[in-house]
């Protein structure tokens, strides 16, 4: 075996069963504390949900998991908020103990329960188990893939071999950057002596390779649509323009410190640069292989163009298990230090968001105002078109037929978004619902003041009115109605 088995310590086992415990407590009172969530569904959570009533192997934007999630969780629960969010507070703490599992395989019990912990209480964690992501399902598969893949290189077999192959499988059809688990896999084997000769194991490759065959059916519903997903991918990298954002690097990296935890966040950092050792090298070379390259090449993208701080979100799993373990012998004060600042943050996330409208900084700033204002928004649409008589909703951006389409949802409003026909769609709802004549008339078309909005052969009714409530996002923008005909 090249990941020779921990010592194990019966001293240990109250600590780790308290610690596991209080992992599925926290878990548990993220699940209840949605149910007084007063926040709206942000319009991207509010698009996912709309995927959930239709679907199908793929979307504009993303492969198809987290709508069959939420299809999963709003069939038996209904289409509340809490339960359009309901996976992200399970899966995090299912992912939390697949960590358990990876770390006390590697290092140890002790380090097994403290990663576990440690994950559950990630600020970035915390943050996502308030919403609905496509990064959720995508950590827990990343997670199973690499306990997988420790047990395929440590015995190459068809059984870890399959299940690295599933978790590929199934990670990807939450976000493609799961390929870059296997990738690096393969180069951390072929960088490694000790584990090179695994490469002639057929099992291995079998895991490494398998779970391209879950990405067929998206891959084919692709082909079917003119390759949006890919395009879409391509065009949010944004490879054009300047190619030099130092600023951009900078404060993605940056952001990382926020991502993951400053105290963590520096520990992974003195690891990549060979200062701090486990007395297990070859498990923290592992670890640093499926880790630290991932915040490599998005820190590059951030240079060449931009990218979101959560991008870098697959290199947490294992840099969890990695930090806890280079803590939690010697270095106790920190991994203390940082787990009580996490956990007050997970408090605070805990708590916060069943008093979202009334919470204000000092500066007078909402903090959770993007994800305020999109029912009321919604509502004001709702009131106008019932005013003017309207039969069809038009809008012209992405997010506010988003919102439109789930607080409407109990509405027989049609709802429809301008379209280009000279260009390709830009987005989801330009591919599923652009605007026609077909549609029921009269309408009201809803957009920012002074916007320019060509819908052909149409006619105004009237003049446009002001909404009494802007939409989300951009609290200080006015939106206005305007009754049409054709």
Do not use: C
């Amino acid at each position: 075996m090249l990941f020779a088995l921990p010592p194990t310590s019966e001293a240990d086992a109250p600590l780790v069963r308290r610690l596991i415990l209080a992992v599925v407590a926290l878990g548990a009172l993220r699940v209840a504390a949605l149910v007084f969530n007063r926040t709206d569904l942000y319009f991207d959570e509010a698009q996912y949900w709309t995927w959930s009533q239709a679907l199908d192997w793929g979307y504009y934007s993303k492969p198809p998991l987290v709508a069959l999630l939420i299809r999963a969780t709003t069939d038996v629960f209904g289409s509340a908020e809490w339960a359009v969010r309901l996976s992200s507070p399970i899966l995090h703490t299912l992912t939390a103990l697949v960590l358990w599992r990876l770390g006390a395989r590697l290092y140890g019990d002790r380090v097994g329960a403290w990663s576990a912990l440690a994950f559950a209480t990630l600020p970035a964690v915390s943050l996502s188990a308030t919403l609905v992501s496509t990064d959720v399902p995508l950590l827990l598969a990343w997670a199973a893939g690499l306990l997988f893949a420790v047990r395929l290189i440590d015995r190459p077999a068809y059984g870890p071999a399959l299940g690295l192959a599933a978790a590929v499988a199934v990670g990807v059809n939450a976000k493609y950057p799961m390929l870059l688990l296997p990738g690096l896999l393969f180069l951390f084997l072929l960088a490694t002596p000790a584990a090179r000769g695994r490469l002639a194991a057929p099992p291995v490759w079998v895991g490494l390779a398998g779970g391209v065959v879950g990405l067929v059916p998206n891959a084919v519903w692709n082909a079917q649509n003119d390759f949006v997903t890919l395009m879409h991918t391509r065009d949010n990298a944004k490879w054009s323009g300047s190619l030099f954002n130092p600023d951009e690097a900078l404060a993605f990296f940056a952001a990382q410190a926020g991502v993951f935890g400053p105290i963590l966040f520096g520990v992974l950092l003195i690891a990549a640069l060979g200062r701090w050792r486990t007395d297990r090298p070859l498990a923290d070379r592992l670890l640093i292989a499926t880790s630290v390259p991932i915040i490599l090449i998005f820190t590059a993208q951030a240079l060449i163009s931009r990218a979101n701080a959560n991008w870098a979100a697959t290199a947490y799993p294992g840099a969890t298990v990695l930090a806890v373990a280079l803590l939690i012998y010697g270095r106790q004060r920190l991994l203390k230090a940082s787990t009580a600042l996490h956990g007050a943050v997970a408090l605070v996330l805990l708590v916060a968001p069943a008093f979202a409208p009334e919470i204000r900084l000092p500066t007078g700033a909402r903090p959770f105002e993007r994800v305020l204002g999109w029912r009321a928004f919604a509502e004001a649409v709702r009131q106008a078109a019932v005013e003017t008589g309207s039969r069809t909703v038009v809008l012209d951006r992405r997010s506010d037929v988003a919102a439109v389409l789930y607080y409407l949802r109990d509405s027989d409003l049609a709802i429809a978004v301008e379209r280009d026909p000279t260009r390709p769609p830009l987005d989801h709802y330009e591919m599923t619902r652009p605007f026609d004549v077909d549609r029921p008339s009269p309408g009201l078309l809803v957009t920012a003041p002074n916007r320019s909005v060509v819908l052909p052969g149409t006619r105004p009714l009237g003049p446009a009115r002001a909404l009494p409530v802007g939409r989300g996002v951009i609290r200080g923008e006015r939106m206005e109605a305007t009754p049409l005909a054709w």
